[in-house]
């Protein structure tokens, strides 16, 4: 555990705070269960990543320089979103200025689990969650973040998120055929490549099926949406939660 109560700044990404807001209460509470102290900036705005995965990297400087103004005096910034800690950490503009601020920031942007497991150094959550519990590695945290093996490389495996899960009493982790593979939200992609993208996301929920997953999670709740939108339409019988609403239901 880290000491001393150092200031931590959530950063919710937008359409969690529109779509899926308990998952950003959730976050805020699983990291006051473990013994933070959490701030809510209610001036922040998107981080500008659907900009840039179109191609206008460059014009995220507005809300690239509102995040560093906003995240820069807080010790750690944490978000349980994989894919917009790795755009402000990886994929935003210098601004002129702020360069000292915004090298700083680089080094105290953190993933929820990764947050937990690499800085908190939490390595047991005791916790019941008795359920079948699939898990979606989505891309920009797996491959970006690390935050697990992945299966081209040759590598030890390992999965932070599984480390949080697979100890809560009662909860079967499922072992996937594909562990690694693209659910096809991609941002954009999904509605510029509309076909192309909801057959991999079909195919990703076959896998769960297959395997008889009862709760689909994931530390992204875009993928989340993303499959929940494709097995909602077709009728599929899944349930969706973000990692951060199951960790924190386990020990509440």
């Not at 080094?107 to 519990?133: A, C, N, Q, S, Y």
């Not at 390992?158 to 009493?169: D, P, Q, S, T």
Request: negative net charge; charged residues 25%; hydrophobic residues 35%.
């Amino acid at each position: 555990m880290i000491s001393d109560s150092p200031k931590i700044g959530l950063f919710i990404p937008c359409y969690v705070d529109q779509f899926y807001p308990q998952v950003g209460v959730a976050s805020l509470e699983l990291l006051e269960k473990l013994g933070c102290k959490v701030s809510y900036p209610m001036g922040q705005t998107c981080c500008g990543q659907p900009l840039a995965n179109s191609g206008y990297e460059r014009d995220t400087a507005g809300a690239t320089r509102h995040f560093i103004e906003l995240f820069k005096d807080f010790d750690y910034v944490v978000a349980p979103s994989g894919s917009c800690v790795l755009h402000v950490k990886e994929h935003v503009p210098a601004i002129p200025g702020l360069e000292n601020e915004q090298a700083k920031l680089h080094h105290k942007v953190f993933e929820l689990t990764e947050f937990i497991t690499d800085v908190l150094k939490v390595e047991k959550i005791e916790g019941k969650f008795p359920h079948r519990v699939g898990f979606h590695s989505s891309c920009h945290g797996q491959r970006g973040l690390r935050l697990s093996s992945s299966s081209e490389l040759n590598q030890n495996p390992f999965n932070k998120a599984k480390k949080l899960l697979e100890n809560l009493e009662g909860l079967e982790w499922v072992e996937l055929s594909r562990t690694d593979e693209c659910c096809g939200f991609g941002g954009t992609f999904s509605v510029t490549e509309e076909a192309l993208s909801v057959r991999m996301g079909k195919d990703r929920l076959e896998d769960h099926a297959q395997h008889q997953t009862e709760i689909l999670t994931g530390g992204d709740m875009s993928c989340i949406m993303h499959l929940q939108g494709i097995a909602t339409r077709n009728k599929q019988p899944l349930k969706f939660l973000h990692i951060a609403e199951i960790l924190n239901q386990a020990i509440s």
